[in-house]
Nanobody
Framework: VQLQASGGGLVPTGGSLRLSCAAS????????LGWFRRAPEKEREFVAA???????LYADSVKGRFTISRDNVKNMVYLQMDSLKSEDTAVYYC?????????????????WGQGTQVTVSS
């Protein structure tokens, strides 16, 4: 499984950004796809995940501001981030795992992309 994240950048507080992740190497219809992030000097944390039937789960810190979606034909997963705050600044990683249930711990995902930097300026 290969995951390639893109779309990070510098955005002002209150702005929006859309992350994309291209998945390859498998048929991903039975995979949970998701995003984690690591802020400077902090532990890696769960952001959002989506299963093959478009069920989704969000961290409380991003609920109502971020939207995860997937395209099973293109093998893509997206993270639309709105109303960005300075505390959203982090490296964002896309993840994938063949599973029936959502995982919120990093050790529940065995496939990781390389990360894309998101910086929200105040």
């Amino acid at each position: 499984v290969q995951l390639q994240a893109s779309g990070g950048g510098l955005v002002p507080t209150g702005g929006s950004l859309r992350l994309s992740c291209a998945a390859s190497g498998q048929t991903f219809e039975r995979y949970v796809l998701g995003w984690f992030r690591r802020a400077p000097e902090k532990e890696r944390e769960f952001v959002a995940a989506i299963n093959w039937s478009d069920g989704s789960l969000y961290a409380d810190s991003v609920k109502g501001r971020f939207t995860i979606s997937r395209d099973n034909v293109k093998n893509m997963v997206y993270l639309q981030m709105d109303s960005l705050k300075s505390e959203d600044t982090a490296v964002y990683y896309c993840v994938a795992e063949r599973a029936r249930y959502f995982g919120v711990e990093s050790n529940e995902y065995s496939n990781w992309g390389q990360g894309t930097q998101v910086t929200v300026s105040s």
